[in-house]
C-alpha cells in the first residue's frame, strides 16, 4: 500500500495490477452461444484445463491500457533527448497520408496492376534518397536499421564472392555503432578492430598498418560510422575510403547519424559503396515500440547490381516488381532476398511524405538546427559537466562523468534523477569508448525554450551532486510509479511470465 494514501492511488497516478491479476474465470466481456457437438479432430491433443487468459469486462480493459499509457513516456509527450536514437517529432501529415484509403488498405498479393499508385511512391522515395545520397542503387525492402546494414554486407560480400574471394575480415572502428562488428560477424567475417585518436576519430596510422600488413588481401571493407558515436564527424572520410579501395575493399557508412548531415553531403562523394538508412531517424517516422521499422539501404554503382530482390522498375506502361532474378535481367546478380514482400511499405510512405513536406531546402535546414541544437547543449554545459573531447560536436553533445569524481554520485544517479524532474534519460555509459558516458541528442525539432529547460536542470543537478546530496540521488526515482530496480539482477534473472500465486 503507498504510504501516501488509503487507495495506493496517487491523484491520477493510478495503482495498476496486471490483467491477470484482476481477472476472473467467472467473468467476460462477451456472451458466447453453447458450441455445437462436433466431431473430435484433434487427434487427442485437445486441450484438457483452462486456457489461463484473464476474464475481464470491457470497461477493465480499457481502462487498463489507458493508465499504461498513461505511465509511458513519449516524444508527444516531452523532450526525448537520448543520444545516437534520434527521437524526433513525427508529424501528423506522415500519418495521414500512410492511412490515405488505396494505400493504407491494400494487401501485398494483389495484382500488380492494381497498385501501380503503390509502386509509384515506393519509386519516389527511391528516387529522393538516391538524389540526396548521390548513390546509384537502393534496397528498400530491409525492415529496420540493423536489417539494412546486415543488406549492405550481404550485398558487400556477394560482390567478392563474384570476384571469386568473399574475403576474411572486416575492420572496424573503436568509434562505430555496437552493431557493426555483430553484422559483419553474421555475414561470415572475423572483425579487426581500429583505434582512435584522442579527439575521438579514426587513427589513420593505425588504418594503414592493418591495410599493409599479412592480412590487407583478405580485408573486404570497412565498417564506419560517421558522424561516429562520439557525434563527431570523421573528417578523414574521403582518405580513409580510398585506402580501403586500394586494397581490394569496400567501404560500409552506418547512417544510423545521417540526420546531421543529410542534404548537405552527398554520401557517394565521400567513396563510400553501402549505407543503411533509419528511416525513424532521418525522415522522421516513429521509433520504438518493436517497429514497424525500415533500413533502406543506398548501394554504389561498384556493387549495386547484387542488391536484393525485389525492386520496383518504371517501364513505359508503368511500374514492375521485380521479384525473381530471371527477371531482373542480365545487369543484374541479386544475392537474394532480405525479408517477403517489398519492406515496411506504410513506413516508406511516412518517409515520402516527410521528404515531399520539406523539400530539399527544409531537409537541409533541419540537419542544420540538429547540429545547432547539439552545439548549443554542449556551448552551455561544458564548464560545468565534462566533455572528453575538444571542439564543436555534430548533431549530438557527449559528456564523460569525471566532474562527478569524488560526488559518489553516477551518471546512472544523474540519469534517475532526470525521470524525477520530468525527462526522459540522455543515453548513458554509450559509447564504450568513454567513461561513464552522458550522450544528449536534442534534435531540430526542439525549440530553445524546451532546451534551456532542459540544460537548466542539468546544470541544477550537477550543483546538487557536488553539494554532497547523494542519497538523493541514490534514492532517485521518488516520483514515478516505480522505484529504481535491482537492474543487474533483473538482467541476471528476469521474470518473464507471470504466474498464479496458486502456481
Excluded at 516488381?321 to 519492406?343: I, N, S
Aim: net charge negative; proline share 6%; aromatic share 6%.
Amino acid at each position: 500500500m503507498s504510504a501516501f494514501t488509503n487507495s495506493a492511488h496517487k491523484g491520477l497516478m493510478m495503482e495498476e495490477p496486471l490483467l491477470f491479476e484482476q481477472g476472473s474465470a467467472e467473468m467476460t466481456a462477451v456472451d458466447l452461444p453453447e458450441p455445437r457437438e462436433a466431431e473430435d479432430m484433434l487427434g487427442g491433443c485437445a486441450r484438457e484445463g483452462r486456457i489461463g487468459l484473464p476474464g475481464l469486462a470491457e470497461p477493465q480493459v480499457v481502462r487498463h491500457y489507458t493508465r499504461l499509457s498513461q505511465k509511458n513516456y513519449s516524444v508527444d509527450a516531452g523532450f526525448y533527448p537520448l543520444g545516437s536514437c534520434t527521437m524526433k517529432y513525427n508529424p501528423r501529415l506522415n500519418e495521414k497520408m500512410a492511412r490515405t484509403p488505396g494505400l493504407g488498405d491494400l494487401h501485398p498479393m494483389q495484382p500488380i496492376s492494381t497498385v501501380q499508385g503503390a509502386l509509384q511512391a515506393l519509386d519516389m522515395f527511391a528516387e529522393w534518397v538516391m538524389e540526396l545520397t548521390g548513390m546509384a542503387g537502393i534496397s528498400l525492402s530491409p525492415a529496420a536499421g540493423a536489417h539494412g546494414e546486415l543488406c549492405g554486407m550481404m550485398t558487400i560480400r556477394a560482390a567478392h564472392e563474384d570476384r571469386g574471394n568473399p574475403r576474411k575480415y572486416i575492420l572496424v572502428p573503436e568509434s562505430a555503432h555496437g552493431t557493426n562488428p555483430a553484422t559483419a560477424v553474421q555475414c561470415g567475417y572475423k572483425t579487426v578492430s581500429i583505434p582512435a585518436l584522442d579527439c575521438g576519430r579514426v587513427d589513420l596510422d593505425a588504418l594503414q598498418e592493418k591495410l599493409n600488413s599479412d592480412i590487407g588481401p583478405e580485408i573486404a571493407g570497412i565498417m564506419i560510422t560517421n558522424p561516429n558515436t562520439c557525434g563527431l564527424f570523421e573528417s578523414e572520410i574521403r582518405e580513409i575510403s580510398k585506402m580501403v579501395h586500394a586494397i581490394g575493399g569496400y567501404v560500409y557508412m552506418d547512417g544510423a547519424n545521417y540526420n546531421a548531415i543529410v542534404g548537405r553531403v552527398k554520401i557517394a562523394d565521400l567513396g563510400v559503396d553501402a549505407m543503411h538508412i533509419n528511416v525513424h531517424k532521418t525522415f522522421s517516422t516513429p521509433h520504438g515500440g518493436g517497429g514497424p521499422g525500415s533500413g533502406p539501404t543506398v548501394l554504389s554503382e561498384a556493387i549495386a547490381k547484387f542488391a536484393p530482390l525485389p525492386f520496383v522498375r518504371r517501364h513505359e506502361d508503368g511500374f514492375e516488381l521485380v521479384e525473381h532474378a530471371v527477371q531482373a535481367g542480365e545487369d543484374y546478380k541479386p544475392f537474394g532476398r532480405m525479408k517477403g514482400f517489398h519492406g515496411q511499405f506504410g513506413v516508406l510512405l511516412r518517409g515520402l511524405a516527410y521528404l515531399m513536406s520539406m523539400g530539399a531546402d527544409g531537409i537541409r535546414m533541419a540537419s542544420g538546427d540538429a547540429v545547432l541544437n547539439a552545439n548549443y547543449v554542449l556551448a552551455r554545459l561544458k564548464d560545468t559537466l565534462s566533455a572528453p573531447f575538444e571542439g564543436p560536436c555534430m548533431h549530438e553533445a557527449l559528456f564523460d562523468d569525471s566532474f562527478l569524481k569524488g560526488t559518489g554520485v553516477t551518471t546512472l544517479d544523474i540519469a534517475k534523477a532526470l525521470i524525477d524532474e520530468g525527462y526522459h534519460p540522455m543515453t548513458v555509459y554509450f559509447p564504450l569508448v568513454v567513461h561513464g558516458a552522458m550522450l544528449i541528442e536534442p534534435t531540430e525539432t526542439e525549440s530553445k525554450a524546451t532546451l534551456d529547460a532542459f540544460i537548466d536542470t542539468m546544470l541544477k543537478l550537477a550543483e546538487q551532486a557536488k553539494a554532497g546530496a547523494v542519497d538523493a540521488f541514490h534514492a532517485a526515482p521518488v516520483h514515478t510509479p516505480r522505484r529504481r530496480l535491482d537492474e543487474t539482477l533483473a538482467a541476471r534473472n528476469p521474470v518473464l511470465r507471470w504466474k498464479p500465486a496458486d502456481a
